[in-house]
């Protein structure tokens, strides 16, 4: 059974940092591309961040550019995900995902539905 657990979410003030971990479990975890998306209150999920199997590519939405860094240890099966300059604009739950067909970047990874499995989420609320 395949199991995508977040942590780290909480409470900041704007300018301030998290850093969100996503545990996989019951994959092989080298295997996948993860992805990072948010989704706020009467929003769409939109996409925030994804990375390689090997780590070795990133790409990130516009907002975030320069602020988030998305990483990840093949060895702890976990992808992180490091936030700075926190806006309220942030305020979202965020979710990991994993992607077991696609090897590299492309618009299709800013798609929800491309990912095979998700993560049950974790709030990040950023106060002004």
């Known amino acids: 059974q395949v199991q995508l657990v977040e942590s780290g979410g909480g409470l900041v003030q704007a300018g301030g940092s998290l850093r969100l971990s996503c545990v996989a479990s019951g994959l092989t975890f080298s295997t996948y591309s993860m992805g990072w998306f948010r989704q706020a209150p009467g929003k769409e999920r939109e996409f925030v961040a994804w990375i390689s199997r090997s780590g070795g590519s990133t790409s990130y939405a516009d907002s975030v550019k320069g602020r988030f860094t998305i990483s990840r240890d093949n060895t702890e099966n976990t992808v992180y995900l490091q936030m700075n300059s926190l806006k309220p604009e942030d305020t979202a739950v965020y979710y990991c995902?994993?992607?077991?067909?696609?090897?590299?970047?492309?618009?299709?990874?800013?798609?929800?539905?491309?990912?095979?499995?998700w993560g049950q989420g974790t709030q990040v609320t950023v106060s002004s």
């Open positions: 995902a994993a992607d077991g067909r696609s090897s590299y970047y492309s618009s299709r990874s800013q798609r929800p539905r491309t990912y095979d499995y």
